[in-house]
C-alpha cells in the first residue's frame, strides 16, 4: 500500500530507488558491510529495520548487481526466516542468475525458503543471458495462487498483459537453443575477469578489484587513488572518458566506487583500460 516500507540492500541496482519512490512508498536501507573486500548481510542490522520500520516488502537482488555477491543458500534460508517471522513479502530479482559462477552456484529463492511460497516472486529473463533487452520479455514467476490473480489482475489493468510476439519466440529459441552460446559467452567473460585483474595488479594496483561471485560487470574500489569523489567522476569521464557507472548512483556512500562492464570485447576492455590508466598516470606527473 502508498506509504508502506520496501527493504534494499544498497549499494544496489539504482532503479530499486526508483520504483519505490515512484510508487509512493517508503525506502529502507539495510546496507550491505564490506569486509575485508567482500559484501555481507549484515542480519541484525536487517532485522532491526524490518522490526522498527514494519518493512512490507524486500526487494532482493540475487545475485547482488552491483557488488558480485551470489548468495548462499544458508544466506537466503537465513532472509527467509526473517522474512517469514515478520511477515515479510519477497520480491527476488534473479536477472544475473545465469551469470553465477560455476563455483559459486545460484541458489533460486524458492528453493532456499519453500515455506515462504505464497509470499514470493521470482524475476528472471533472457534479456541479460541472451542480450535481448530490446525485446521486452521477461518471466515473472508467482507460486501463490492468490498473488499470481492479483498480479495478472494489476498487469490486465495496466494495458500490459501481451508479449511482444517477437519477444515470445526469441525467448523460446534461446532457452531452446542457445546453451552453447552461453557456455561460451559465460567463458569469455570470465577470461575478461582475468584480463581485468592482471591489468589492476599489474598498472592500476591503487584500483581494488571486489572479486564477483558472478554477474557480468566488475565493482572496483577506486579509495587508493586518493581522489574526493567528484575528482573521481572527473577522471573518469573527462579525462579517461569512460563511461563507467559511479558508485553513488547505487549508494550515496559509495562514491568512491566505480563499476565497469565486462560484456564487451577483450579489446574494448583493454582499451578502456589503457585509457584509465593513461588518465591516472597524467594525474600523477
Ligand atoms: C538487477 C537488475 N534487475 C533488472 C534489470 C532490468 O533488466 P531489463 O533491462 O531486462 O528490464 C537489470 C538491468 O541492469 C538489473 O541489473
Given at each position: 500500500?502508498?506509504?508502506?516500507?520496501?527493504?534494499?540492500?544498497?549499494?544496489?541496482?539504482?532503479?530499486?530507488?526508483?520504483?519505490?519512490?515512484?510508487?509512493?512508498?517508503?525506502?529502507?536501507?539495510?546496507?550491505?558491510?564490506?569486509?575485508?573486500?567482500?559484501?555481507?548481510?549484515?542480519?541484525?542490522?536487517?532485522?532491526?529495520?524490518?522490526?522498527?520500520?514494519?518493512?512490507?516488502?524486500?526487494?532482493?537482488?540475487?545475485?547482488?548487481?552491483?557488488?558480485?555477491?551470489?548468495?548462499?543458500?544458508?544466506?537466503?534460508?537465513?532472509?527467509?526466516?526473517?522474512?517469514?517471522?515478520?511477515?515479510?513479502?519477497?520480491?527476488?530479482?534473479?536477472?544475473?542468475?545465469?551469470?553465477?559462477?560455476?563455483?559459486?552456484?545460484?541458489?533460486?529463492?524458492?528453493?532456499?525458503?519453500?515455506?515462504?511460497?505464497?509470499?514470493?516472486?521470482?524475476?528472471?529473463?533472457?534479456?541479460?543471458?541472451?542480450?535481448?533487452?530490446?525485446?521486452?520479455?521477461?518471466?515473472?514467476?508467482?507460486?501463490?495462487?492468490?498473488?499470481?490473480?492479483?498480479?495478472?489482475?494489476?498487469?490486465?489493468?495496466?494495458?500490459?498483459?501481451?508479449?511482444?510476439?517477437?519477444?515470445?519466440?526469441?525467448?523460446?529459441?534461446?532457452?531452446?537453443?542457445?546453451?552453447?552460446?552461453?557456455?561460451?559467452?559465460?567463458?569469455?567473460?570470465?577470461?575478461?575477469?582475468?584480463?581485468?585483474?592482471?591489468?589492476?595488479?599489474?598498472?592500476l594496483p591503487k584500483i581494488r578489484?571486489?572479486?564477483?561471485?558472478?554477474?557480468?560487470?566488475?565493482?572496483l574500489d577506486c579509495s587508493g587513488l586518493g581522489l574526493?569523489?567528484?575528482?573521481?567522476?572527473?577522471?573518469?569521464?573527462?579525462?579517461?572518458?569512460?563511461?563507467?557507472?559511479?558508485?553513488?548512483?547505487?549508494?550515496?556512500?559509495?562514491?568512491q566506487?566505480?563499476?565497469?562492464?565486462?560484456?564487451?570485447?577483450?579489446?574494448?576492455?583493454?582499451?578502456?583500460?589503457?585509457?584509465?590508466?593513461?588518465?591516472c598516470?597524467?594525474?600523477?606527473?
Amino acid at each position: 500500500k502508498e506509504g508502506d516500507s520496501v527493504l534494499i540492500q544498497p549499494p544496489v541496482y539504482y532503479p530499486f530507488f526508483e520504483v519505490i519512490r515512484d510508487n509512493n512508498r517508503k525506502i529502507v536501507e539495510s546496507p550491505l558491510l564490506l569486509t575485508d573486500g567482500h559484501y555481507e548481510i549484515d542480519f541484525d542490522d536487517l532485522e532491526e529495520k524490518i522490526a522498527s520500520q514494519n518493512v512490507k516488502l524486500f526487494l532482493l537482488c540475487s545475485p547482488h548487481n552491483p557488488v558480485g555477491r551470489v548468495w548462499t543458500k544458508e544466506e537466503l534460508q537465513k532472509l527467509g526466516e526473517l522474512c517469514d517471522r515478520y511477515h515479510v513479502f519477497v520480491v527476488s530479482d534473479e536477472i544475473h542468475c545465469d551469470f553465477a559462477f560455476p563455483e559459486h552456484p545460484h541458489t533460486i529463492f524458492a528453493k532456499a525458503c519453500p515455506q515462504l511460497e505464497e509470499k514470493m516472486i521470482l524475476c528472471t529473463a533472457p534479456s541479460k543471458t541472451f542480450n535481448l533487452a530490446g525485446l521486452q520479455v521477461s518471466n515473472i514467476w508467482v507460486p501463490g495462487k492468490e498473488v499470481r490473480d492479483r498480479f495478472k489482475a494489476e498487469i490486465n489493468a495496466a494495458g500490459y498483459s501481451q508479449l511482444n510476439a517477437l519477444g515470445l519466440i526469441a525467448c523460446q529459441a534461446a532457452y531452446e537453443n542457445g546453451g552453447e552460446w552461453l557456455e561460451q559467452c559465460q567463458a569469455y567473460l570470465r577470461e575478461n575477469l582475468k584480463v581485468l585483474r592482471s591489468f589492476l595488479k599489474e598498472r592500476l594496483p591503487k584500483i581494488r578489484l571486489i572479486e564477483p561471485e558472478g554477474t557480468y560487470f566488475a565493482w572496483l574500489d577506486c579509495s587508493g587513488l586518493g581522489l574526493s569523489d567528484t575528482a573521481l567522476e572527473n577522471l573518469i569521464a573527462h579525462q579517461a572518458k569512460l563511461w563507467l557507472d559511479g558508485g553513488s548512483v547505487f549508494d550515496k556512500k559509495s562514491g568512491q566506487f566505480e563499476r565497469i562492464v565486462l560484456a564487451c570485447t577483450k579489446k574494448t576492455l583493454l582499451q578502456a583500460l589503457t585509457q584509465l590508466e593513461a588518465a591516472c598516470r597524467g594525474r600523477n606527473s
